[in-house]
């Protein structure tokens, strides 16, 4: 009689320690390709500027770039420092004012009717020609980079929160009416609800505009920053130095991303989060297929 | 109640084309029009650095000609890129989404290229290809071609699983269920990829005239810019801003002509 109990007992433990590696080398397996990629990327390119097919002045080795990161280190840092400053004050400031106003469309239809689709149709401007415009009014410094990139955040996030506020399933909120919840506890005990998963997209969304949206700014208009440092170096052909700010650059918008992907697990831990890379997903789907 | 349902229906996929500019939006943009005018003038702000509406439409006026010369050109540069670019979008989603290695190592290089931003760019492409044509149309090219291969992959790969080992077992090819699958699942995912890419071909072709060009709206601005004729400048932003919201407001309405049924909920921005 206790034979099978002791079996049952000691079932789960063999699984438990067989899950460990078999997880890590599937990790291990969703990484290698990507990296391969990368590495083929990089080869492929020291090989091209090396022997000469493709010209120093159209590409420089990527060997050369490594070492502008040695030579320019403390510049790179401070322009990269500006644009961090740039890109987050204006996703910060932009994204506020975005839910402040989303709040503001939901309850008020005036409001919404009036002032929604003219913001809609705003989205549509080109910023590169609204900063040039920007740099007239308040001048060349911090200020107007901010505003364009408050103004990226902004949309993006606007449209987003207006929809998500929007999206709590109906039932509940005829629920919640029926147990007689005014305003504010529907609006904090379901809508804000409803709404996180889209503010988490928008914000996915605006964490890489905003970086991109003030390095262009920055090659517009101002004195400091990687956008203006990737200006510089390219006129002054120091070419080397210009991949290097790019490439710093496009490292602050993975960081920017990564960061938000770890508050998008924090504060909607209910929500199944999309991978980093949505090849995993397909590859995983293959293989069941693979298998049929 | 009814009231509520009603709008929730006609916001619950807010595109553009779904609100209706009504008479309370032409309300408030005369509103505004009439209150920056009356500003700029009580407040006595330098009309060098902020023109009044009268003065931007006398700008916007006086030069019709030359913005409309210019508009085309920078509206063919970026509709090449935006063609070229979606066509290799399509190409290569379709290759990703059929081949585990293609997928597995360009796809994940292609997210990270995305991330790097793409007008910074533009300085190293007036170095290797010149101040003509092919750096305005490359640039817009490739604005198009992140959007749509991110949103085309994610369409692709949006039908069941069940749908698609259904066709396998019914005997169809991977063409047969590309066609029949795959491309209509996608259709949605298509449409936002357009409208988004349609006004990101406009700015990235803007922004490459900004740095070397002789003619295009990225040209006037710097033009403008230079001679600190402020009016004609804003006059420019102004055209640059319309032709962008009928960019959008183009696929937005080829969207509605060809995607007849209910769309599913798409991450548009």
Redesign the interface.
Same mark, same amino acid.
């Given at each position: 009689m206790t034979v099978p109990v002791q079996e049952r007992r000691s079932a789960p433990a063999p699984v438990l320690v067989e899950a460990e590696p078999s997880k890590l080398a599937a990790r291990l397996r969703t990484v290698r390709n990507p990296l391969l990629g990368v590495v083929g990327l990089l080869v492929l390119w020291q090989v091209v500027t090396a022997t000469g097919i493709v010209q120093f002045f159209v590409l420089p080795q990527p060997v050369e770039v490594v070492q502008a990161f040695g030579q320019y280190g403390p510049q790179l840092v401070r322009h990269g420092l500006a644009t961090l400053t740039v890109a987050f004050t204006g996703f910060v400031i932009g994204t506020v004012a975005a839910c402040a106003c989303a709040l503001a469309f939901t309850y008020s239809r005036p409001l919404r009717s009036g002032f929604y689709p003219l913001l809609l149709a705003m989205r549509a401007m080109p910023l590169i020609a609204v900063i040039t415009i920007l740099v007239v009014v308040l001048g060349t410094g911090y200020s107007p980079r901010i505003v364009v990139t408050a103004l990226g955040a902004f949309f993006t996030t606007l449209v987003n929160m207006v929809r998500g506020l929007r999206s709590a399933d109906g039932v509940v909120e005829e629920l919640m009416h029926t147990l007689s919840a005014n305003g504010v506890q529907r609006l904090f005990k379901v809508r804000l609800f409803a709404a996180a998963p889209y503010l988490m997209a928008s914000l996915r969304i605006s964490a890489s505009s905003c970086v991109i949206e003030a390095t262009v700014a920055e090659w517009i208009t101002g004195n400091v920053g990687l956008g203006y440092l990737v200006q510089v170096s390219g006129y002054t052909f120091q070419l080397p130095l210009m991949w290097a700010a790019i490439a710093v650059a496009a490292a602050l918008t993975l960081i920017a991303l990564a960061l938000v992907g770890l508050l998008e697990r924090v504060a909607t831990p209910w929500v199944p989060h999309e991978p980093a890379v949505a090849g995993v997903q397909v590859s995983k789907l293959a293989r069941r297929k693979a298998r049929a | 109640m009814s009231t509520e349902?009603v709008e929730?229906g006609a916001?619950?996929?807010?595109g553009?084309a779904r609100?209706?500019?009504?008479l309370?939006?032409v309300? +408030?943009?005369v509103l505004?029009v009439v209150g920056w005018g009356v500003a700029v003038v009580a407040t006595g702000v330098n009309e060098?650095?902020?023109p009044g509406p009268v003065a931007v439409a006398q700008a916007l006026g006086d030069n019709v000609g030359d913005l409309t010369t210019n508009t085309l050109v920078t509206v063919q540069e970026a509709a090449l890129g935006f063609v070229l670019g979606n066509v290799a979008a399509i190409a290569c989603a379709v290759a990703?989404?059929h081949s585990?290695?293609l997928?597995?190592?360009?796809?994940?290089?292609l997210? +990270?290229v995305?991330?790097?931003?793409?007008?910074? &760019?533009?300085? &190293?492409l007036g170095?290797?290809l010149g101040a003509g044509l092919a750096p305005k149309v490359l640039l817009a090219a490739f604005l198009a071609y992140t959007v749509t291969l991110?949103n085309m992959?994610?369409g692709l790969?949006s039908p069941d699983?069940e749908t698609?080992?259904l066709l396998?077992t019914l005997g169809a090819g991977r063409w047969q269920v590309l066609r029949t699958v795959r491309f209509p699942a996608s259709t949605p995912f298509f449409f936002t990829s357009l409208k988004l890419g349609a006004?990101g071909a406009?700015?990235a072709a &803007?922004?490459a005239e900004?740095i070397g060009a002789l003619s295009g709206?990225?040209h006037l601005?710097q033009f403008a810019?230079m001679r600190l004729d402020?009016p004609y400048?804003?006059a420019?932003?102004v055209v640059?801003?319309v032709v962008?919201?009928v960019?959008?407001g183009l696929m937005a309405l080829v969207e509605k002509i060809v995607v007849r049924w209910q769309p599913p909920a798409v991450?548009?921005?």
């Open positions: - | 349902r929730a916001l619950s996929s807010t553009l609100v209706r500019l009504g309370p939006t309300l +408030v943009l505004l060098l650095a902020v990703f989404v585990d290695l997928r597995t190592t360009a796809y994940p290089v997210l +990270v995305q991330a790097i931003p793409l007008v910074a &760019i533009a300085p &190293i170095v290797w991110v992959v994610k790969t699983t698609i080992e396998h006004s406009m700015v &803007i922004a900004y709206l990225g601005l810019r402020t400048l804003w420019v932003v640059c801003g962008g919201i960019a959008y991450d548009e921005v």
